[in-house]
């Protein structure tokens, strides 16, 4: 577990710019839904997250024009158990951190990875957000 002093700026990144902070399962489950649309993103403290994942989420949030109707964030190696509820509900794609999944009505139908995250500017991981915004809560 990571001290919530270290990880306080890393939530509020996303939080101040209207993901809400899903610390719980039922949190998680009340994100997901069974109808609409809802991203899920599993924050971390690593370098990627911090270079590339998280702005490149919040400018995709700004700029892409479409949304999905619930965001929200779980932050591995911190909130345990609704980091395992939202890779519970991500069944069939490998664990990975950062990384975040896009559900409609309650299916994952859109997810990145770390690996697709590394090395990746913010502007890039912006319009893959942007992208699957656009194909799937349009």
Same mark, same amino acid.
């Given at each position: 577990?990571?001290?919530?002093?270290?990880?306080? $700026?890393? +939530?509020?990144?996303?939080?101040?710019? &209207? @993901? %809400?902070?899903?610390?719980?399962?039922? *949190?998680? !489950?009340?994100?997901?839904?069974?109808?609409?649309?809802?991203?899920?993103?599993?924050?971390?403290?690593?370098?990627?997250?911090?270079?590339?994942?998280?702005?490149?989420?919040?400018?995709?949030?700004?700029?892409?024009?479409?949304? $999905?109707? +619930?965001?929200?964030?779980?932050?591995? &190696? @911190? %909130?345990?158990?609704?980091?395992?509820? *939202?890779? !519970?509900?991500?069944?069939?794609?490998?664990?990975?951190?950062?990384?975040?999944?896009?559900?409609?009505?309650?299916?994952?139908?859109?997810?990145?990875?770390?690996?697709?995250?590394?090395?990746?500017?913010?502007?890039?991981?912006?319009?893959?957000?942007?992208?699957?915004?656009?194909?799937?809560?349009?």
């Amino acid at each position: 577990m990571y001290p919530p002093e270290l990880t306080a $700026p890393m +939530r509020a990144e996303l939080t101040g710019n &209207g @993901v %809400d902070d899903l610390t719980t399962p039922d *949190a998680v !489950e009340g994100c997901v839904g069974s109808d609409g649309t809802a991203l899920v993103f599993v924050n971390s403290v690593c370098g990627c997250a911090a270079g590339g994942a998280r702005p490149g989420l919040v400018a995709a949030l700004k700029d892409s024009g479409v949304r $999905p109707d +619930r965001v929200g964030t779980v932050f591995a &190696g @911190v %909130d345990r158990e609704a980091v395992d509820k *939202a890779r !519970e509900l991500m069944l069939g794609f490998p664990p990975s951190s950062p990384s975040a999944a896009l559900f409609k009505d309650g299916e994952v139908v859109w997810m990145i990875h770390r690996h697709q995250i590394e090395g990746s500017y913010p502007e890039q991981i912006a319009q893959a957000f942007g992208e699957a915004f656009k194909e799937h809560c349009a």
